[in-house]
């Protein structure tokens, strides 16, 4: 039988809120299974852009990502950020260690392609790019890996990767070593049929489901890259996919019944 694993993503706007931050962690470190921790942004590479004068271009949501603004993430992503959560977990208890995909070659990606636009020092990953073998060994050793959001090519340059996929290729890399759920914490409570009723939770969603309220227009575009994300997860033998609000993560681990379930 195949150990528990947590991969647990989170985003700005609690990487944003020190408060909250802090109440997430603190149930994140009392999670007493095997677990994996991969973070976001936030504001702050933006702000700090601001101060610079570096100005941030954005294609569809997407942002373009130029050698001075891939400075500016790196430093804030896979440092400020990624050492204060590392910092406390340590103060929780909590064996942490924070990662770049850089690190150890845990992932290689390959510089994004597309046939109009440039997206710059943008990665895209697969479950092959994720070095599991090694990654395995350090949850052996009781760690708890703390990934950012910068990947690598192993030849020399860094790359900006989105962090909800970045959980997925990781669950389902590990997903032939361990009994893994994915969880992607947001500041909703599931995902919602109606975006201004936050008790309109629907409770499952499969991949029919989601193109029907994918057409429908009734997603809003933030969520439809943790939707893709989570499908392909699922597609990919990750055992649970689930959708939850940030500070039901306690609630989630020992009832297993808040947010949204994504099915086949």
Request: charged residues 30%; hydrophobic residues 40%; positive net charge.
């Amino acid at each position: 039988m195949k150990e528990k694993l947590y991969i647990i993503k989170i985003g700005g706007a609690l990487i944003d809120d020190e408060e909250l931050l802090n109440e997430f962690l603190e149930q994140f470190s009392e999670i007493k299974e095997k677990k994996i921790l991969v973070h976001g942004g936030g504001k702050l590479a933006t702000i700090l852009a601001d101060k610079l004068g570096i100005e941030q271009k954005m294609i569809n949501g997407r942002r373009i990502t130029d050698k001075e603004t891939l400075d500016i993430v790196a430093m804030v992503y896979a440092g400020g950020i990624n050492k204060n959560i590392v910092a406390k977990l340590q103060q929780k208890k909590c064996k942490a260690m924070g990662f770049s995909g850089a690190d150890a070659n845990l992932i290689k990606a390959k510089k994004r392609e597309h046939a109009e636009i440039d997206f710059g020092f943008v990665g895209d990953i697969t479950e092959k790019s994720v070095n599991k073998k090694l990654i395995s060994k350090l949850i052996k050793l009781k760690l708890v890996p703390v990934f950012s959001a910068i990947t690598h090519d192993k030849k020399g340059n860094l790359f900006n990767t989105n962090a909800d996929t970045i959980a997925s290729v990781i669950a389902q890399a590990l997903s032939s070593k361990y009994d893994v759920e994915l969880l992607y914490c947001f500041d909703k409570s599931g995902v919602l049929e109606d975006v201004e009723n936050p008790e309109s939770v629907i409770k499952n969603i499969s991949e029919g489901e989601f193109s029907v309220l994918k057409n429908e227009g009734k997603l809003h575009k933030g969520i439809l890259p943790k939707l893709e994300n989570a499908l392909g997860a699922v597609k990919n033998n990750v055992n649970k996919v689930f959708l939850i609000k940030e500070t039901e993560l306690k609630n989630h681990i020992e009832n297993h019944h808040a947010g949204t379930e994504i099915c086949l």
